[in-house]
């Protein structure tokens, strides 16, 4: 048969065959019978060192004892027996990984992934739904043994969580208004899915990339936003203009009432005033009537007729006119009025 072998692989195995006499003749040259001791000890101390094992940082450990779990280690030089008693798994429980619904990125570059990113909402509305989970293992165990495909049940269980939020509330919601809501649900959905199928993972960050509608009605999709950013644009200006006025319009208000109440309390001190000036004239009316009724009389005119002269007489009104020119002068195209002719004396006769 080996002349039927390839040349080089017949000189392969007659090198093979040459090193194993080699060894032969050298163990029985020098251990003199003892070698095969000599390799089973050598076999034993190699088939012992393989019990170590180092476990990273942010890794852990897990050991298992005939299949069985047997115990968690932490970061460090560890060991345990050799297989087939004892085995090991380290996992990495603090690398941050990621799961993308709806999309792939690679390179830079973003691909969609309709069957994935195209959902209903509430209003039966189509949306297309760029989504990303941050997750990290929490349980090792769980991870390893509580469920076949750990990964593959959360991207599942992602789109499964997703679909199901979306579906409960209408487009302007999910794309507006209610984003981070909608990432809040999503997140506690998926986390209570994850732990239901003893994944051991652990939601860190779940986050809607774009709520965008179909390409075919995007742009007036866009001009809906754009409107409902324009009224709430002008809404908050009609706000401050609010905020503005109205404490102006408080301002003079509490003027007004302040002015008010300034006025009142005037008013009030001046009928006061009066009224004690009043008795006090009344005290002296009851002493002397006639005088304080003629003086009240006089301030009374005084004050009517400020800048009119006045002149004060006694007796009958018809006594004025032979009294006339009062001022000591005339007006002109005045008609003057004789004075009262006074009687003559008699003449005195002469001789006397």
């Not at 039927?4 to 060894?23: H, K, S, T």
């Not at 994850?194 to 007036?220: C, H, I, M, W």
């Amino acid at each position: 048969m080996d002349q039927f072998r390839p040349r080089d692989e017949q000189y392969g195995v007659r090198e093979i065959q040459r090193g194993i006499d080699d060894l032969k003749d050298f163990m029985d040259r020098y251990l003199r019978g003892r070698g095969y001791w000599f390799v089973i000890l050598i076999v034993i101390i190699l088939y012992l060192i393989s019990g170590f094992y180092i476990v990273g940082p942010g890794q852990k450990g897990v050991v298992l004892l005939f299949g069985k779990v047997w115990a968690l280690t932490e970061p460090g030089l560890r060991y345990r027996l050799p297989w087939p008693f004892m085995s090991r798994t380290v996992v990495d429980v603090a690398k941050l990984r990621r799961e993308e619904i709806g999309y792939r990125s690679d390179r830079g570059r973003t691909r969609s992934v309709p069957a994935e990113s195209l959902m209903l909402t509430a209003d039966e509305n189509i949306v297309d739904v760029h989504f990303f989970v941050q997750y990290r293992v929490n349980d090792p165990v769980k991870f390893l043994f509580g469920c076949l495909h750990p990964v593959r049940a959360l991207r599942a269980s992602a789109e499964v969580a997703l679909r199901s939020v979306v579906g409960q509330n209408d487009i302007d919601h999910t794309m507006i208004t209610g984003r981070a809501e909608v990432q809040r649900d999503v997140a506690k959905y998926l986390q209570n899915l994850l732990n239901n199928y003893d994944t051991g993972l652990k939601v860190v960050q779940a986050r809607l990339l774009s709520v965008d509608p179909p390409a075919q009605v995007q742009e007036a999709f866009h001009d809906v936003v754009r409107a409902l950013e324009d009224k709430q644009r002008l809404k908050r200006e009609a706000e401050g203009y609010m905020a503005d006025v109205l404490p102006k319009a408080r301002g003079q208000k509490q003027q007004e009432i302040l002015r008010a109440e300034g006025y009142k309390a005037q008013r009030v001190i001046r009928a006061t005033g009066d009224v004690a000036r009043f008795k006090k004239i009344l005290t002296e009316y009851d002493k002397a009537p006639r005088v304080t009724r003629e003086r009240i009389y006089l301030e009374a005119v005084e004050q009517f007729l400020p800048k009119t002269r006045k002149f004060v007489m006694e007796g009958n009104s018809s006594r004025v006119l032979p009294l006339l020119p009062l001022m000591g002068y005339e007006k002109p195209g005045s008609i003057p009025v004789p004075a009262k002719s006074q009687p003559k004396a008699p003449a005195r006769k002469k001789g006397n």
